[in-house]
Nanobody, 127 residues
Framework: QVQLVESGGGLVQAGGSLRLSCAASGGTFSRYAMGWFRQAPGKEREFVATISGGAIYTYYSSSVKGRFTISRDNAKNTVYLRMNSLKPEDTAVYYC????????????????????WGQGTQVTVSS
């Protein structure tokens, strides 16, 4: 069983930056692909970015590609999401997820592909 704890959310003005962190425990971290998803009020949870266990592959949704960067430090059991040029439409609760996910070049991964989830961290972007 893998436990995930996100941090780093907050309030930021449009155009600003934030870095989210997700600390993992309870499993062999490098064996899992890690993902970030987000959920805005009244909307479904949507894919943001994912990274393979060895950090060789990274994939992003079309809405964040070029602005967000996912990375991981397997020695620290932590995955990060660097968010630049933030927009009001990026406002959501951001969730970290882990799973043994088949990596492929696509803009969409589904929540059902990931087995473990954090509690989420709120990101609010003001205009």
């Amino acid at each position: 069983q893998v436990q995930l704890v996100e941090s780093g959310g907050g309030l930021v003005q449009a155009g600003g930056s934030l870095r989210l962190s997700c600390a993992a425990s309870g499993g062999t971290f490098s064996r899992y692909a890690m993902g970030w998803f987000r959920q805005a009020p009244g909307k479904e949870r949507e894919f943001v970015a994912t990274i393979s266990g060895g950090a060789i592959y990274t994939y992003y949704s079309s809405s964040v590609k070029g602005r967000f960067t996912i990375s991981r430090d397997n020695a620290k059991n932590t995955v990060y999401l660097r968010m630049n040029s933030l927009k009001p439409e990026d406002t959501a609760v951001y969730y970290c997820a882990a799973g043994q996910v088949y990596m492929r070049a696509t803009y969409t991964y589904t929540a059902g592909e990931y087995d473990f989830w954090g509690q989420g961290t709120q990101v609010t972007v003001s205009s």
